[in-house]
């Protein structure tokens, strides 16, 4: 059973030492533990201080693709490598290392596929009053769009099978943690959640990098959840509210007209005639999308057979991961 624990980093020279030293070499249950770092084209010593301290696997994106982009280049590379179990962590030294068994004991008992970190949100010192509003409000929107319990969605701290590797597809440039967790449920992938500690602030967040974008990327990303996951229902309510509100404005016209004062309500006719239509193309658009919605889980459904099939895996990234000599 191999274990491979990834981490994804752009310019962590100063918090990347930290981080590898808390890392395990070994685990009770497993055979091999290995590191994976993620290179998404850093200027600084990222590199060079991975190849000190030991790391077994490199990858290098030859420019900055974003963290969503390293995620998935880690675990293409982790299966290519051969993981049975998947890490995730990052290289700020966020979360706390010795919280890695607790992790994935649910995927070696083989009660879950994904196990997601739950953190203490509340009592986090570092995160501000609206930080913590809008890590509610987007679990809240995972867990609507994938009817799975994650209480902490925007948690990076994250375990996974070499099943749900194979199964995960992130279509979001800005992060991956919201989207896995709605694929796992919708293709009903055990996924639970564990408590999990973090450690002392060491640098400001690179995803926010000022509270106004920070709301703004927040809030089109819950928005993209549900018109990519819950088309349907998405399109639908807006597609039924337009339809009813015109026809609710026609039948006070119809009413006014009945009772001869109709004539001096003609706005009306021509706003519910406006918003019916809306209303109706809108409600053509949600079974557009639903269709869509299915053909994109078809090819989901192609990728992961073709995975599975024995098929070459190709990294489809920058370099092939580099086996690294530990340092003596």
Request: hydrophobic letters at 45%; charged letters at 20%.
């Amino acid at each position: 059973m191999k274990l491979i624990i990834q981490i994804p980093c752009y310019n962590e020279a100063e918090t990347l030492p930290i981080t590898l030293t808390n890392l395990p070499h070994s685990l009770p249950g497993l055979d091999t533990v290995e590191w994976l770092i993620i290179d998404d084209g850093s200027t600084d010593r990222t590199v060079e201080i991975a190849q000190e301290y030991g790391v077994d696997h490199i990858i290098r994106h030859t420019q900055n693709q974003g963290l969503a982009h390293s995620f998935m280049t880690g675990l293409d590379a982790c299966l290519h490598l051969g993981a049975d179990i998947i890490v995730n962590t990052d290289a700020d030294n966020q979360y706390n290392a010795n919280d890695i068994p607790s992790l994935i004991a649910p995927i070696l008992e083989q009660r879950a596929d994904i196990v997601v970190g739950a953190r203490p949100i509340s009592s986090i010192k570092h995160f501000s009053p609206i930080k913590k509003y809008m890590q509610k409000i987007g679990s809240w929107a995972v867990r609507v769009a994938s009817k799975t319990n994650i209480p902490d969605a925007p948690c990076g701290f994250r375990a996974m099978s070499r099943y749900a590797a194979k199964n995960l597809m992130v279509f979001n440039d800005y992060t991956y943690t919201l989207e896995t967790i709605i694929q796992a449920g919708q293709k009903n992938m055990a996924i639970t959640s564990v408590p999990v500690r973090v450690n002392e602030n060491l640098r400001s967040s690179r995803l926010i990098k000022s509270m106004p974008l920070y709301i703004k990327n927040g809030i089109i990303t819950i928005l993209r959840i549900f018109m990519i996951y819950r088309p349907f229902r998405f399109f639908g309510l807006i597609g039924a509210a337009l339809f009813s509100t015109g026809f609710l404005i026609g039948l006070r016209f119809l009413l006014k007209l009945m009772l001869g004062e109709g004539k001096g309500n003609v706005q009306s006719l021509i706003l519910a005639s406006i918003l019916m239509t809306m209303g109706f193309q809108t409600l053509l658009v949600a079974l557009l999308a639903d269709l869509l919605a299915a053909n994109r889980k078809l090819i989901e459904e192609v990728r992961t057979r073709l995975k599975s099939g024995g098929s070459t895996l190709s990294l489809n990234r920058d370099q092939a991961p580099q086996k690294q000599k530990p340092v003596e």
